[in-house]
């Protein structure tokens, strides 16, 4: 029996009808589905590429900003670099950029010749405390002691690095390079107030708070603010910190513009000096108890620091 290829008139519309009742039908059942839950995550960091993420535990981040070529990753560079975060700076309870670094296997923590600077030796090359950046930037930070409350992360750049991050004011770090990075608002506030004791009665109080406002909370601005005084572990040593900082930053569409200013006032009575062992020394004494104190009671040290970097 022949087939007839052509559909009659009456074939055609129901076709048609079912077609339109399947396509009602499909758009009935999106409407009611739920949207799927999208999380966007983003640092607040002032500069468009923001803070590197952290490695499980948040003590140390998976990446750093390696001089004018950015933020990398670790293993995405043939350069060997570490970068420490706030969590670990608050889990250890460090009070300085050498607490942090006793972290790092290549780096020792030292002190300068003839004062009460911090020196760190990188590959065995010393590199002064006023020759660490900040965010970038030489000569900008205290030049004999940083407090740990001034910075967000310690990244730290092993090996030459002149060409990355550009010569530092005193012609030394060879064997590497030490960046901090400044506080900002992250997304979330932040209400930290922190009491602490420790060993020679010594007290500290240190407050940290952090927000952000405006349409779409693009100003923000971060105010640290810490008091720390008395004695120590060594006989008769006094210390004396008093701390202010306020970070601020706008980021928008195309512009980062941040901007801080700090204040640290750095007082040492009665501090335990160097020794060096003279040249033609042929015995070595035995090292006193690491409690004992040969500094003259009249010794003292005083340091004030202002510091107002920003950046656009």
């Known amino acids: 029996?022949?087939?007839?290829?052509?559909?009659?008139?009456?074939?055609i519309s129901l076709m048609l009808a079912l077609?339109?009742?399947?396509?009602?039908?499909?758009?009935?059942?999106?409407?009611d589905s739920p949207l799927e839950e999208i999380n966007v995550t983003a640092s607040a960091d002032a500069s468009a590429e923001g803070l590197v993420k952290s490695y499980a535990g948040r003590q140390v981040?998976?990446?750093?900003?390696?001089?004018?070529?950015?933020?990398?990753?670790?293993?995405?560079?043939?350069?060997?670099?570490?970068?420490?975060?706030?969590?670990?700076?608050q889990d250890q309870q460090a009070k300085s950029v050498g607490d942090v670094?006793?972290?790092?296997?290549?780096?020792?923590v030292a002190r300068g010749y003839g004062n009460f600077q911090e020196s760190y030796y990188i590959r065995g090359f010393i590199l002064g405390s006023d020759s660490v950046a900040y965010n970038g930037l030489y000569g900008l930070l205290p030049r004999q002691y940083i407090s740990a409350e001034l910075f967000e992360r310690v990244e730290v750049l092993r090996g030459a690095s002149a060409?990355?991050?550009?010569?530092?004011?005193?012609?030394?770090?060879?064997?590497?390079?030490?960046?901090?990075?400044?506080?900002?608002?992250?997304?979330?506030?932040?209400n930290r107030v922190t009491l602490g004791w420790s060993?020679?009665?010594?007290?500290?109080?240190?407050?940290?708070?952090?927000?952000?406002?405006?349409?779409?909370?693009?100003?923000?601005i971060r105010l640290n603010v810490t008091q720390r005084r008395g004695g120590t572990g060594i006989d008769d040593e006094h210390v004396e910190l008093g701390l202010a900082s306020i970070g601020l930053d706008w980021r928008g569409?195309?512009?980062?513009?941040?901007?801080?200013?700090?204040?640290?006032?750095?007082?040492?009575?009665?501090?335990?000096?160097?020794?060096?062992?003279?040249?033609?020394i042929t015995t070595v004494p035995r090292a006193p108890k690491s409690s004992k104190n040969?500094?003259?009671?009249?010794?003292?040290?005083?340091?004030?620091?202002w510091m107002r970097p920003s950046s656009a």
């Not at 990446?63 to 570490?82: H, Q, V, W, Y």
């Open 294 to 305: 040969w500094a003259q009671p009249w010794s003292y040290s005083n340091e004030r620091d």
């Open 163 to 190: 060409f990355l991050t550009g010569t530092n004011p005193n012609g030394d770090g060879i064997g590497g390079a030490i960046s901090l990075l400044p506080k900002r608002a992250p997304n979330e506030p932040i």
């Open 199 to 220: 060993r020679g009665d010594q007290g500290l109080v240190s407050a940290d708070f952090a927000r952000r406002f405006g349409p779409d909370e693009r100003m923000g």
């Open 19 to 31: 077609a339109s009742i399947h396509s009602h039908a499909e758009e009935e059942k999106h409407e």
């Open 253 to 280: 569409d195309q512009t980062r513009i941040s901007a801080d200013l700090g204040y640290q006032d750095n007082k040492l009575r009665e501090t335990r000096t160097n020794v060096t062992l003279a040249d033609n």
């Open 61 to 89: 981040a998976k990446g750093a900003r390696i001089g004018l070529l950015g933020n990398k990753e670790i293993m995405d560079t043939p350069f060997s670099f570490n970068a420490y975060t706030n969590e670990l700076i």
């Open 1 to 11: 029996m022949p087939v007839n290829s052509r559909l009659s008139p009456f074939a």
């Open 101 to 108: 670094l006793l972290n790092d296997p290549s780096v020792r």
